[in-house]
């Protein structure tokens, strides 16, 4: 059955993951702790599915305060065909030069971190963004597929490919194609599996920085759920409230 071809090949995806980028998820982690432990930003960026897992960072139940959602509309589906549809999307990430149009508006700080979600790792916005922030003095952590990091070709005039800019590659270990299963006739597989693993991959990053705050004595707010019991009623704009201030001193 396919559906028992995907749910395995899918663990074997995060087996791998575990076999193999454990180490570059610990340093990640740890950039990310002594970041927000001084009281700057880890930002996160991503177009097209690759904005999944910002979003799945924070604000998310179990997200920790001081992680950065950059999340450009325009590089975010909100329709098939159209207006915000995915053939637009597509043609605004492979034009080189337009990111920083969307960059400058924020404030970026040296010492602070970028990770930047793309499997294929060759579209303009994801290497451009990636570029912006290493000028700046960020690190760069990139979360992307190793095998095409490995095999594809750079198209970027810059001669890079995401992996190229980062200061960690963290290998998402998806196939080339992205989709694991294949359907008999076809050339085509279906089955997509990048959103599973950037998923794993950045509550890993999520889990591990939050233990290394807590060890560090540093008073996180976590985005919680409303069926948590134990905490004030009043937390959840405790939080906000902090996420608020932690952007706005930021700015400055």
């Given at each position: ?12 995806v ?15 982690a ?36 001081g ?11 909100s ?8 053939r ?15 960059l ?15 499997h ?10 990636a570029?912006?922030?290493?000028e ?11 095998e ?42 279906v ?9 794993t ?18 008073k ?26 932690l ?6």
């Amino acid at each position: 059955m396919s559906q028992k071809y995907f749910v395995n090949e899918i663990q074997k995806v995060i087996e791998k993951i575990e076999q193999t980028q454990t180490e570059n998820i610990q340093k990640a982690a740890e950039l990310c702790a002594d970041t927000i432990g001084k009281g700057k930003l880890v930002h996160l960026f991503g177009s097209g599915h690759s904005v999944l897992p910002i979003q799945d960072v924070f604000p998310r139940y179990g997200g920790v305060v001081g992680f950065h959602p950059l999340m450009d509309p325009r590089l975010m589906w909100s329709n098939v065909i159209g207006p915000g549809g995915a053939r637009e999307l597509l043609w605004i990430e492979r034009q080189e030069g337009y990111i920083q149009n969307f960059l400058q508006s924020f404030t970026f700080q040296e010492g602070e971190v970028m990770i930047v979600y793309s499997h294929g790792g060759l579209n303009a916005a994801p290497i451009e963004a990636a570029m912006y922030a290493k000028e700046r003095g960020l690190k760069v952590i990139a979360i992307t597929s190793g095998e095409n990091h490995q095999k594809a070709k750079a198209n970027h005039s810059s001669g890079n490919k995401l992996g190229d800019v980062a200061d960690i590659l963290i290998d998402n270990c998806c196939p080339l194609e992205d989709s694991l299963v294949p359907i008999p006739t076809y050339p085509q597989k279906v089955g997509a599996s990048s959103t599973v693993a950037t998923i794993t991959i950045s509550q890993a990053i999520v889990s591990e920085t939050a233990k290394r705050l807590q060890e560090m004595d540093h008073k996180m707010y976590i985005f919680v759920s409303p069926n948590v019991n134990e905490i004030p009623k009043d937390y959840m704009h405790q939080v906000y409230a902090n996420y608020t201030e932690l952007v706005r001193k930021n700015k400055n």
